[in-house]
């Protein structure tokens, strides 16, 4: 895309993520911030989400502003998220879909996740021809949303890049007993131990803090892809760039975008 006048991942908003993977540039890939939008506080201001209680005309502002910085005649398939594992395959016809990865492979279209907490990961092919994105929390993570992203890809696991985006990180996301006894029971005998290490006790009794990159890595390593990157983005220590769940009760949400340009 060097030839062309206008890079566009150069239109997005200084503050946006680019996801710095070597995939082929005509796949454009990135994670929205607070930044930008109109919404008033608590989702200021660039909340993305319209089911979380925030006046539907700003939301509506706001993605057209995400709409804004993509080249003319791009569409987006936006996902009715459910903690699940169904993967959409991207359309243009502006129906919203209920799944949680949306899978493109069509130029001049794309597809995004929401979060405010839970993971986001990227996948694509090193030509940049196909590429997806899904929602990850622990329940979908449990579930295999990844596996199932990975498996609508004709690639093998192990060509595909893969990038952890913004989410709630080991520093923060205290979870309970049950959650870590529902990873330890899924995970083969060769697993348990890292899977253990993947939640530090802390003072309160039954009380764990998970590092949902790590269990997502360790899936992710076992399904074929053996180095994911990014990671290390706490969406609850970054309160100017990231909205939060769980640090705010009531927040907005965040985007992240990969689009296959035309
Ligand atoms: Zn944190």
Redesign the pocket.
């Known amino acids: 895309m060097s030839g062309a006048p206008h890079n566009p991942a150069d239109r997005l908003p200084p503050q946006w993520l680019r996801v710095p993977w070597p995939v082929a540039e005509r796949v454009l890939a990135f994670v929205s911030t607070r930044d930008g939008g109109v919404s008033q506080a608590p989702y200021d201001s660039l909340n993305l989400g319209l089911h979380v209680g925030d006046r539907v005309a700003d939301v509506q502002e706001n993605r057209r502003r995400l709409m804004q910085v993509l080249p003319a005649g791009v569409s987006l398939q936006w996902l009715e998220q459910v903690h699940g594992c169904t993967v959409v395959d991207a359309a243009a016809d502006g129906r919203v879909r209920t799944g949680d990865a949306v899978y493109v492979d069509r130029v001049g279209q794309g597809g995004l996740v929401m979060t405010a907490d839970c993971l986001p990961v990227f996948f694509a092919s090193a030509d940049g021809r196909r590429g997806a994105v899904a929602h990850a929390g622990w329940r979908g993570l449990l579930d295999g949303v990844l596996e199932a992203t990975l498996a609508r890809f004709p690639d093998a696991p192990g060509d595909l890049h893969v990038w952890f985006g913004p989410a709630i990180?080991p520093?923060?996301f205290e979870v309970g007993e049950e959650v870590r006894e529902a990873f330890v029971t899924a995970a083969p005998p060769s697993l348990q131990e890292s899977l253990m290490a993947s939640f530090r006790l802390t003072q309160r009794p039954g009380k764990f803090l998970a590092d949902l990159y790590r269990l997502a890595s360790l899936r992710l390593n076992a399904a074929g892809v053996p180095a994911p990157r990014g990671g290390g983005l706490?969406t609850?220590?970054d309160r100017e760039r990231f909205f939060s769940y769980r640090r705010d009760g009531i927040s907005g949400r965040f985007a992240s975008v990969l689009v296959l340009l035309p």
Do not use: N, R, T
Request: net charge neutral.
């Open positions: 990180g520093c923060h706490c609850v220590c």
